[in-house]
């Protein structure tokens, strides 16, 4: 049997998403720094792939990593980003919609 997602695979989207689940192991061990390089750089990744929904994702976990740093303004502008992202391209009734607008709702002003 032959893994959906082998070790090696470099498309944009697997790659992505395997960034951005590291940098949330690095940001759960108080590691911001690192969480928030890593997931720039796999913003920069998509630059050259139309991977909206990846996107969006990706700025969630930003999003969640600058919260934990009570950088709230960064935190508010990721979310709202991801928000348009999601609501332009599967709309608003939706779990991932509501997600990240709770997720936005509950950051401190």
């Known amino acids: 049997m032959v893994p959906l997602?082998?070790?090696r695979c470099s498309h944009p989207a697997i790659k992505a998403a395997r960034q951005c689940k590291k940098a949330m192991e690095l940001s759960?061990?108080?590691?911001?720094?690192?969480?928030?390089?890593?997931?720039?750089?796999?913003?920069?990744?998509?630059?050259?792939?139309?991977?909206?929904?990846?996107?969006?994702?990706?700025?969630?976990?930003?999003?969640?990593v600058y919260a934990?740093?009570?950088?709230?303004?960064?935190?508010?502008?990721?979310?709202?980003?991801?928000?348009?992202?999601?609501g332009k391209h599967i709309g608003h009734g939706n779990w991932l919609y509501e997600r990240i607008a709770d997720n936005l709702a509950n950051l401190p002003s």
Not at 45 to 51: A, D, E, F, K, V
């Open 5 to 7: 997602n082998p070790p």
């Open 28 to 64: 759960n061990m108080r590691q911001h720094d690192r969480a928030e390089a890593l997931l720039m750089n796999a913003l920069g990744g998509l630059r050259r792939t139309p991977l909206p929904m990846v996107k969006a994702k990706i700025l969630n976990s930003l999003a969640l």
């Open 68 to 86: 934990q740093q009570q950088r709230n303004d960064r935190a508010r502008r990721c979310l709202g980003i991801s928000l348009r992202i999601v």
